[in-house]
């Protein structure tokens, strides 16, 4: 299922209907939830710096993300909420989901630029050698895996963690419906790691792609 991870429980006992004599339970409905997208690729996916840069999805970008489309959206309610971040390679992912869902959805799209990746200054649209030769200190870092970085030219690792933390707050503060945010590697990590309280340096960066559902009780915030 291109990449699913399920977080949290996923189907409570309900009441059960009949005589008792070994019916099935009819399941509760679940806690709201919200699903964490990944946009599909795009010809720089696992080659360059990817932040504010704004390429267009690939070929195989565009089959992917109709492919993900196609499982995700039986799964989703009519109303469900979609939410991406303003960079064409999200807002195509997000078309894909709307197309897939038809003319039964009844939902909203919004654009949030909080669910942006991260401005990678100098590191934007250059690949990791290239680095090693412009910016070795930025190499190093990169290298050492540390999730917070300070963006030469860029965002600083405070402001882009502050910004991603708002916008799981606004989430998880009013989780009276289903939301599907498409969005990126960093600010989906982040996101992941403000769930479960695991450290994000701690977490493998989604896949193109991929798809986290994380289940949020209602009084969570």
Not at 132 to 149: D, F, K, M
Request: aromatic share 4%; glycine share 10%.
């Amino acid at each position: 299922r291109h990449g699913d991870v399920f977080l949290g429980g996923g189907v409570r006992a309900g009441r059960s209907h009949g005589d008792g004599r070994g019916e099935a339970l009819t399941p509760a409905a679940p806690d709201p939830s919200v699903m964490l997208v990944r946009q599909a690729p795009t010809a720089w996916s696992g080659r360059r710096y990817c932040g504010r840069s704004d390429p267009p999805l690939s070929a195989a970008g565009r089959a992917l993300a109709d492919a993900v489309a196609a499982d995700l959206a039986p799964g989703l309610p009519d109303a469900v909420h979609l939410i991406t971040s303003p960079r064409r390679r999200a807002l195509a992912t997000a078309t894909a989901i709307v197309a897939a869902l038809g003319p039964r959805w009844t939902g909203t799209l919004e654009i949030d630029d909080r669910w942006a990746e991260a401005d990678m200054g100098l590191a934007d649209g250059r690949t990791f050698d290239e680095l090693v030769s412009l910016a070795p200190e930025l190499a190093a870092r990169l290298a050492a895996g540390p999730t917070s970085i300070d963006w030469p030219r860029g965002e600083t690792g405070i402001v882009f963690t502050a910004r991603v933390e708002a916008a799981w707050r606004s989430l998880v503060e009013a989780p009276d419906r289903s939301v599907v945010v498409i969005s990126h590697g960093g600010p989906i990590r982040l996101a992941i790691a403000l769930a479960t309280g695991v450290r994000p340096d701690a977490i493998a960066v989604p896949a193109p792609g991929a798809a986290v559902r994380i289940e949020v009780p209602v009084g969570a915030a």
